[in-house]
């Protein structure tokens, strides 16, 4: 079946540690993106990538990386310069070639420090 | 830069009854694109609806349907005959329909309203 999976559901983080949340996607989307929920609010966009190799930054990216060596394939680094890395994350992937698509999201991760 | 806005965090309906969650936006841009996502205890992001600026008639998808008012900003949710699985939080989101180096995709989100339906 096509569709995005997010590893791990659940994600401990200790003290100046670096994690890296994984997002595959098989719908063969150009468009990947981040974003971070917190409890309360919308969600919040990190990073985003339209081709292989290339990404940029969202409204909240510091303290995150990404890269996009495939394009199924988008992981977010929450780094140890992140201070409340403490979230719901979420990656959504979506055509590019026809913009009235809507986003499709992954189940998330839910991050959480030690 | 574009923002939404929904001013109820929280609403109540009864089963079978009817309920609508308010969503306006701020933008500068004549096309766009609008959707209300439904995100229930298990935290996926479902798409419920969407709306084309350029379309003045509102879309409706079985018991869920929009009040889109171009003038006004402002894009409301309608679910009809409410049943227990409608119980979630609703996010409203805006995206802009141009593609290129500042406008690539990305959804901009209200905070949300969480629908209580009581049996």
């Known amino acids: 079946d096509g569709g995005i999976t997010q590893s791990p559901k659940y994600l401990f983080r200790k003290e100046g540690q670096n994690v890296t949340l994984s997002c595959e996607q098989n719908?063969?989307?150009?468009?990947m993106y981040w974003y971070r929920q917190d409890p309360g609010q919308g969600l919040r966009l990190i990073y985003y990538?339209?081709?292989?190799?290339?990404?940029q930054k969202g409204d909240i990216a510091e303290g995150y990386s990404v890269s996009r060596e495939k394009k199924e394939s988008f992981p977010l680094t929450v780094t140890s310069a992140q201070k409340n890395p403490t979230a719901f994350y979420l990656c959504?992937?979506?055509?590019?070639?026809?913009?009235?698509?809507?986003?499709?999201f992954g189940d998330g991760t839910r991050l959480s420090i030690l | 830069a574009q923002t939404v806005t929904q001013s109820q965090p929280e609403m109540s309906v009864q089963e079978a009854e009817t309920v609508t969650l308010s969503c306006t936006y701020d933008t500068s841009e004549s096309d766009y694109y609008l959707f209300w996502y439904k995100q229930p205890p298990s935290r996926q992001m479902i798409l419920v609806i969407r709306q084309e600026a350029y379309k003045q008639q509102n879309a409706t998808e079985n018991r869920f349907s929009v009040n889109f008012q171009k003038a006004a900003k402002s894009f409301s949710l309608k679910i009809s005959d409410s049943q227990l699985g409608d119980a979630a939080m609703y996010f409203c989101a805006y995206r802009s329909a141009s593609w290129g180096s500042s406008n690539t995709g990305k959804l901009i989100f209200g905070q949300g309203t969480t629908l209580q339906v009581k049996p």
């Open positions: 719908l063969n989307h150009d468009a």
């Open positions: 959504a992937t979506t055509l590019t070639r026809r913009s009235n698509q809507p986003q499709h």
């Open positions: 990538s339209q081709i292989v190799n290339d990404f």
